[in-house]
């Protein structure tokens, strides 16, 4: 069996969890998932613990690769009902900044043009007052991680002088520019 998929999922108080027609629901302070249940996976929900087994044991490797998928996405699912998720990325550079409006986020990283892009439902986005600090959160974790991914995306930081858009905890290694000799 998979090690992963054998833990049992243990909720915290305020989280409810139910399964109904082969789709898994979390729901929480932080808002409601669901996950469509592969077919060769059981899932059971019993006093606030969730439980994946393989149905019939099946030894095939990718029921073994859904087994511990599944467990890990519900996991997911309680820990962003419950608590949610957060990443916050820098933005470096004179003039780079970021203004919120709505559920639009508008971007000006040194290009000649605004970078306009429109968040999707289920994340939050907050600014700090200088424009340089943006944080996304939301219950989703995938979700979560892609909407950075892609404002990182829009200028990824260069390596010369470290201008565009990072992880907070991301190391950007600076390489030294040309010299005379």
């Known amino acids: 069996m998979s090690r992963i998929g054998r833990k049992p999922?243990?909720?915290?108080?305020?989280?409810?969890?139910?399964?109904?027609d082969g789709v898994f629901q979390a729901e929480g302070k932080q808002g409601k998932l669901a996950l469509t249940i592969p077919g060769k996976i059981a899932v059971e929900v019993a006093d606030s613990v969730v439980n994946v087994t393989r149905i019939g044991n099946d030894?095939?490797?990718?029921?073994?690769?859904?087994?511990?998928?599944?467990?890990?996405?519900i996991n997911n699912m309680v820990i962003g009902v419950s608590e949610g998720y957060k990443k916050e990325l820098l933005i470096v550079g004179v003039g780079y900044k970021a203004q919120l409006s709505g559920q639009k986020l508008t971007l000006s990283l040194g290009y000649s043009h605004p970078i306009v892009y429109e968040l999707p439902a289920?994340?939050?986005?907050?600014?700090?007052a200088d424009g340089t600090k943006v944080t996304?959160?939301?219950?989703?974790?995938?979700?979560?991680?892609?909407?950075?991914?892609?404002?990182?995306?829009f200028k990824?930081?260069?390596?010369?002088?470290?201008k565009g858009v990072?992880?907070?905890?991301?190391?950007?290694?600076i390489k030294p520019g040309k010299t005379n000799a």
Do not use: C, N
């Open 136 to 153: 996304v959160e939301g219950a989703d974790k995938q979700l979560v991680g892609e909407v950075t991914a892609r404002i990182r995306r």
């Open 59 to 73: 030894e095939s490797s990718e029921a073994k690769a859904l087994h511990g998928l599944t467990r890990s996405l």
């Open 9 to 20: 999922v243990k909720a915290p108080a305020g989280v409810k969890m139910s399964v109904k």
């Open 166 to 173: 990072r992880y907070s905890d991301e190391q950007v290694t």
């Open 122 to 128: 289920g994340v939050k986005v907050s600014i700090a």
């Open 156 to 162: 990824k930081p260069e390596p010369y002088k470290g």
